[in-house]
């Protein structure tokens, strides 16, 4: 492991009852990397990038972040949790609080912040993900792609080391995703460490650093996105780059 | 053939209205299919007939409604002592000034339409002329002077509906106006409107007279109206001064319960050289070792060893409690029993309960202190917290002032109201922590409250109370002896907060893991995504099931009657029709206590559904 990794898998397995989710995944993902998995549903992507912030409960192997070891010690998880910030499939806004407390809460009850502070910042994101006059309504009042975003200025207000995203385009319509995209890419050019699950191609094309390829809850092959795109060599890779390229 | 697509016509048609109308209404809805139309028919002729049936009896002149109007100082509460009503005009005071400025802070004053208020009078002139065209034969004296009155107000409501008819859907007219002019209507009412109260007396003979609606009561409601009315235009001059109006106003309703039910109305006699002696020593100490206690554990940094700290403190204290009672205070097997007087015994109890909340406020302390603003704030809660427990120990402990007539407190209307509202206040807070419970991950917890309410909703209310009157008092083995409305209320708090906790489960289980998982990936820890995230959202989803539960409740109270305390139904039903004015007037005052219930259900379920109205805009 080198020392510039923030993040360190070691042959990680879980299991859902019967069904091994993930076989033995090992990856290092250093400060300010992107790296975008695909694969196709069911392959374990999902699963793995939730046991990076240990809301999945991962069996065997080790996972460090920030050199912290993921155990059940409850000290451990709320650390990493707070460096950590995640982005859902679909949102996961609080729909009982407005856009800004919604931001706010965190930092304020986790952080112990000052309102006045957390409100500031907050509103220095939703200008950076573009929807500032947004602060008083309420989720249910917003697009999907207004939504995700005040999702990743959620996330963002904890001033996190590294980004998660969990297909954050995959509930969106086709006109809303651009939007999304273009607030995560933002993210990558200002050196955030991201680890993104997604189906736009397009996308791990132009941002990423490195493309994962999962396929039955395995790692089955990475490289930069050019290598990856343009000379795949496992047979599974070039079966599922033809199906959906 | 017009397949090349290059003919296009465009018509361009003006909106039309759909037909409507009273004869198109009548086609739509009931006269649709033959089988419809005889449904109607029939129907028609049965409320017809119910309602003459109805109203004969309203007005069949044997029927005794003075006995209602006689007693209704009796029905409102019952022996209470009559040189004291300044108590209960005091208490109903506190209710309506608090009543007035949140509705100024709240800002419930909108807007009406004319439309809705033509169909009100349309409404009050049609039932009028019904009454008077249905009622049977007896009814003579005023027939054609109703059918009058009430053709002539339909008419003025549609004359003023057709005159309007342009802007009949525009909220034009403020409630707050409305409001008034129906309360100056209502003021003036009880001065002016005279009923003829007609008595039977035992010999046959009969008397006419005429009599004013309140005639005891004139002076205080007409003072009330305007302190209601003066009330509001504070809370509005107020309110843009104030922004924590609403938050003041919060905590006053809490206080105002336990102020009225506690002070004014029973006027404790309080010896205030225990309390120099006692509560302020307990409270002094307990206070600043606990706040202090709270203040370091708030600070900022993780730690598990508060966390063992505080749930040790918890699992001593309880222990404390639960043997302490059973091996000092009350098994006289014991050999560790005491005798002591009962005020030592409350001395102990107030200290160990002091202790539990501390614990309480301990093992949440992590959660919610923080930067020293924000601890000195929960020390300060704390205080108010450990002050709120003491002062209810001991006004619940000391004797009343009033020598009550027999009963141990007010009773009738006024005890129906303070047994609903003790047992809904209180059992909120216990049934959320059941519900939560059961919804724990912790199965000795989950256990607990799983068989707690299993337990209790498998036996009826009556049962409850039986167990609440008699055994209560066996269990404390007369160290402390509760007053039986406090006996009443644990019954009916314990009961409630069963049923209470399954709506609230209910609301719990409708919120989405994704909700969870949100709070977690942001490192919440359990106690601030309860209080923060889930339980806010559960609760505004169970409304409905909470307020069907509160209406039953009051309306349960009504079983109390049973263990002795003397509730409105059972002054309607036993008392009055007792007297020897009022023999045989049971059914009048049994319908008299129904339409006092239903003008309060139905109160309630209305202010639920605005309520719903305005939690759920702009949320889902």
């Not at chain 1, 912040?113 to 500031?120: L, M």
């Not at chain 2, 005639?215 to 003072?223: D, F, N, V």
């Not at chain 2, 959320?432 to 917890?445: H, N, Q, T, Y």
């Not at chain 2, 309410?453 to 404390?476: D, H, Q």
Request: with cysteine; glycine share 8%; hydrophobic share 50%.
């Amino acid at each position: 492991m080198s020392d510039q990794a923030i993040i360190d898998c070691r042959g990680v397995k879980k299991w859902f009852g019967d069904f091994q989710a993930l076989r033995g995944v090992d990856l290092e993902v250093t400060k300010g990397e992107v790296v975008v998995i695909i694969g196709p549903s069911g392959s374990g992507k999902s699963t793995f990038i939730r046991c990076i912030n240990r809301l999945e409960v991962h069996q065997e192997g080790q996972i460090f972040v920030d050199g912290i070891e993921l155990t059940n010690d409850v000290r451990n998880i709320e650390a990493i949790r707070k460096d950590v910030g995640m982005v859902f499939q679909s949102f996961n806004l609080f729909p009982h609080l407005t856009i800004m407390q919604n931001i706010t809460l965190a930092p304020i009850w986790v952080k112990k912040q000052s309102k006045s502070e957390a409100e500031a910042y907050g509103r220095e994101l939703l200008e950076r993900v573009g929807i500032p006059e947004q602060a008083d309504k309420y989720p249910g009042q917003l697009s999907g792609g207004q939504q995700q975003r005040v999702a990743i200025a959620r996330a963002l207000a904890m001033r996190p080391q590294i980004m998660l995203f969990d297909e954050p385009t995959s509930a969106l319509d086709p006109e809303m995703v651009k939007e999304v995209l273009d607030a995560m890419k933002e993210l990558a050019r200002e050196g955030m460490t991201m680890i993104v699950v997604t189906h736009e191609m397009g996308f791990a094309r132009e941002v990423a650093d490195r493309v994962l390829f999962f396929d039955y809850g395995q790692l089955v092959e990475a490289g930069t996105p050019e290598h990856f795109f343009t000379n795949p060599q496992h047979d599974r890779t070039k079966l599922f780059l033809s199906q959906i390229l | 053939m017009a397949d090349d697509g290059a003919f296009v016509e465009t018509i361009e048609l003006a909106p039309e209205l759909p037909p409507s109308g009273p004869v198109q209404w009548i086609r739509e809805n009931l006269t649709y299919s033959v089988a419809s139309t005889i449904i109607t028919v029939v129907v028609g002729l049965v409320v017809v007939f119910g309602l003459r049936g109805l109203i004969g009896w309203f007005l069949d002149p044997f029927r005794k409604w003075s006995s209602v109007t006689a007693n209704a100082r009796l029905l409102m509460v019952q022996a209470y002592p009559a040189e004291q009503f300044s108590r209960v005009w005091i208490s109903v005071g506190i209710v309506v000034v608090l009543a007035g400025l949140s509705a100024a802070a709240w800002r419930v004053a909108g807007k009406v339409s004319v439309g809705q208020i033509t169909k009100a009078i349309m409404g009050i002139g049609s039932a009028l002329l019904l009454i008077a065209l249905l009622a049977p034969g007896e009814f003579s004296g005023g027939r054609g002077l109703l059918a009058v009155i009430g053709l002539v107000i339909a008419l003025a409501g549609y004359g003023l509906k057709r005159s309007n008819r342009e802007t009949i859907n525009d909220p034009t007219i403020s409630t707050v106006g409305l409001a008034a002019v129906i309360l100056v209507l209502i003021a003036a009412a009880l001065w002016i409107v005279k009923l003829p109260v007609q008595e039977v007396f035992a010999d046959g003979t009969k008397e006419v007279t005429n009599q004013l609606l309140a005639r005891s009561t004139k002076l205080p409601w007409t003072i009330l109206i305007g302190v209601l009315a003066l009330s509001y235009a504070i809370g509005v001059a107020i309110r843009d001064a104030i922004p924590s109006l609403r938050r003041i106003l919060v905590v006053l309703w809490t206080l105002s319960f336990p102020v009225i039910l506690m002070v004014v109305m029973r006027a404790p006699d309080i010896d205030w050289g225990t309390v120099l002696s006692v509560d302020l020593p307990i409270f002094l100490v307990l206070g600043a070792l606990i706040g202090y206690i709270l203040y370091v554990i708030g600070a900022p940094d993780t730690g598990e060893w508060k966390y063992i700290f505080s749930a040790l403190w918890l699992a001593f204290s309880v222990a404390w409690v639960l043997f302490g009672w059973y091996l000092f205070d009350t098994n006289s097997s014991s050999p560790f029993h005491i005798t002591a007087p009962a005020a030592d015994v409350l001395q102990r109890l107030e200290f160990k309960f002091s202790m539990i909340l501390g614990a309480i406020f301990a093992l949440a302390a992590p959660s919610f202190g923080g930067a020293k603003a924000a601890r000195i704030r929960y020390v300060g809660i704390w205080l108010a917290a450990l002050f709120a427990l003491i002062a209810s120990f001991r006004l619940s402990a000391v004797p009343s002032e009033l020598v009550l007539g027999g009963s141990a407190f007010v009773g009738g209307l006024s005890l129906t109201f303070t047994l609903a509202i003790a047992a809904i206040v209180l059992s909120f807070p216990l049934g959320v922590l059941l519900a939560l419970g059961r919804a724990s991950s912790m199965p000795i917890i989950r256990m607990i409250s799983t068989a707690y309410i299993e337990l209790v909703r498998s036996v009826p209310l009556i049962t409850w109370l039986y167990i609440g009157s008699n055994l209560l008092n066996l269990f404390l083995a007369g160290v402390v002896d509760i007053f039986s409305v406090v006996r009443a209320i644990i019954a009916m708090t314990l009961f409630s907060a069963a049923y209470l906790a399954e709506n609230v489960r209910g609301g719990l289980q409708s919120i989405p893991k994704g909700q969870y998982e949100a709070a977690d990936a942001v490192g919440m820890s359990v106690v601030q995504k309860t209080v923060l995230i889930t339980l806010p959202q559960a609760l505004k989803a169970v409304i409905p099931a909470l307020v069907g539960q509160v209406i039953a409740l009051f309306k349960d109270t009504s079983l109390v009657s049973i263990i002795g305390l003397f509730d409105l139904l059972y002054i309607a039903r036993n008392v009055v029709p007792g007297q020897s004015a009022n023999l045989g007037s049971i059914m009048e005052l049994t319908v008299a206590a129904a339409v006092i219930y239903w003008i309060f259900t139905f109160t309630f379920s209305r202010s639920s559904m605005r309520l719903e109205r305005r939690l759920g805009l702009g949320t889902r």
